[in-house]
């Protein structure tokens, strides 16, 4: 049995009456829920998932969620979990090139599974979690012949077996399916406890989407500490304040456009959140008004910054609670992503000949860390361009590190953008847009917004009269909408360099000035 779940059956074994996960209404013990994994499985292995096989789900967070991700690696399986906010056909490409045999739908997704239903290629057994009406297989029904299964107690497969596979999309616009390793988890969660202040008293709230890295790796962190996690469906302002009170919860992790809202939202301010003890943020940069705002609205809280990416498991740097203090001596690292974790090395080289570069001088961030994934999943020229020799990762990102070993984000090597801590990859938004029939060239580019730090904008060079609004429309047909440009730009020609590329950096100029970073 991988390593994973080894940890869930000790956790059982060893506080089988400890609350697990709560949801909703509904709370779980370890007993019940280590259970619920065997019997995941063997839902899973009567379907003809092995191991190796992928398995993929497409859902708001939930118990289901949580325990069909323990259940499939449990028989060497590997979930594979899809953004809810995708397109129809995007979600169509992820489980086709996962090769899933068996697709795991929320309530809200049915339609989306009607309309992709007759395109999956590989997949075998289409199941509905709930819901009324629809004419797929009851996700309950479809478990309960396995109620009671035997415990699975298999050494067969090994710890550098793939856990999990988050798809991130990358700059071709075709989305790369990451594993991530039980080794890699394994390499990281120990820093939960060490550096989180975790006991067993603790309450972790998983408020982010278990398809995003961070949502999916504190699932995993309630089970590795033994501890107790509130799952929230979807990260509502309000819905987290209010559970955040009812479960007493002390830890979580919540990127800055949410921190944002809550300063806003009055059912927030009259919650009694007092019981949070640290929050952690990340996942897309926070200006220092957000970061001070927050930080009043939860005077009693510590704040941690985490830097890292689905390719790296997650956060390899912190910012620790004691350098967030804006009025202070060291207030100048309030702007830095922190420290590295104990193992992971971090190097600054140029992008174009990765010769290291001294402190203080930006270049593309390289990191080395038993958490580096184990490579895009089919897609082995890719790996080997991230992957250097040496066990390098190449982040993409741009930045420097300071005389005391602090890491700064400076920039993107990469033109991804960053809007309410999704990424967006502006070549995938650029092909659509070529596609309509006005579009005679373009370019995609993010540009700073006060509620989602960034959103994209469309420049554009037209041959026909169409309004903004209807190629906004348009990208929004065929896009996740948090993709699409939320303004356009039109122009008599896109600048570009002598070999054809795209001069992004001077369209994006103008719309930075005065900003300190071109991150907002």
Known sequence: MPGLTRVLRDRAERHPDRVAFVAGDTAITYRDFDRRADQ?????????????????????????????????????????????????????????????????????????????????????????????????????????????????????????????????????????????????????????????????????????????????????????????????????????????????????????????????????????????????????????????????????????????????????????????????????RIRSAGLPNPSCALRIADPATLDELPAGEVGEILCRTPQNMKGYWGMPDATASALLPGGWFRTGDAGYLDEDGYLYIHDRVKDMIISGGENIYPAEVENVLMDHPAVTDCAVIGVPDDRWGETPKAIVVLAGDVSDADLIGYCRERLAHFKCPTSVERRDAIPRNPTGKILKRELRAPYWQGEDRAVH
């Open 40 to 332: 995941a499985a063997a839902a899973l292995a009567a379907a003809g998932v092995g191991h190796g096989d992928r398995v993929a789900i497409l859902d708001k967070n939930s118990l289901e969620y949580a325990e069909q991700l323990f259940g499939a690696a449990r028989i060497g399986a590997v979930q594979v979990p899809v953004n809810y906010r995708l397109a129809p056909d995007e979600v169509a490409y992820i489980v086709n090139n996962a090769q899933a045999r068996v697709f795991l739908v929320g309530p809200e997704f049915v339609p989306v599974l009607d309309a992709i239903a007759g395109k999956l290629e590989h997949t075998a057994h289409l199941i509905v979690i709930g819901g009324e009406g629809h004419a797929y297989r009851d996700y309950a029904e479809w478990l309960a012949p396995h109620e009671g299964a035997p415990r699975l107690d298999d050494d067969a497969f090994d710890t550098s077996d793939v856990f999990v596979q988050l798809y991130s999309s990358g700059t071709t616009g075709l989305p790369k399916g990451v594993m991530l390793t039980h080794d890699n988890f394994a390499s990281v969660l120990p820093l939960t406890n060490d550096r989180w202040g975790l006991t067993a008293e603790s309450v972790l709230m998983v408020a982010m989407p278990m398809y995003h890295v961070a949502g999916n790796a504190l699932t995993v962190c309630v089970v590795f500490d033994g501890i107790t996690g509130v799952i929230t469906r979807e990260p509502d302002p309000v819905a987290i304040a209010r559970e955040i009170e009812r479960h007493r919860v002390t830890h979580t992790f919540l990127v800055p456009a949410l921190l944002q809202f809550m300063r806003l939202v009055p059912e927030v301010a009259e919650a009694d959140m007092s019981s949070l003890r640290l929050l952690l943020y990340g996942a897309s940069p926070i200006s220092e008004d957000v970061l001070r705002g927050a930080m009043e609205m939860l005077p009693g809280t510590g704040f941690m910054q985490v830097y890292g990416l689905t390719e790296t498991t997650g956060a390899i740097t912190m910012l620790p609670v004691e350098d967030h203090d804006p009025d202070g001596p060291n207030a100048h």
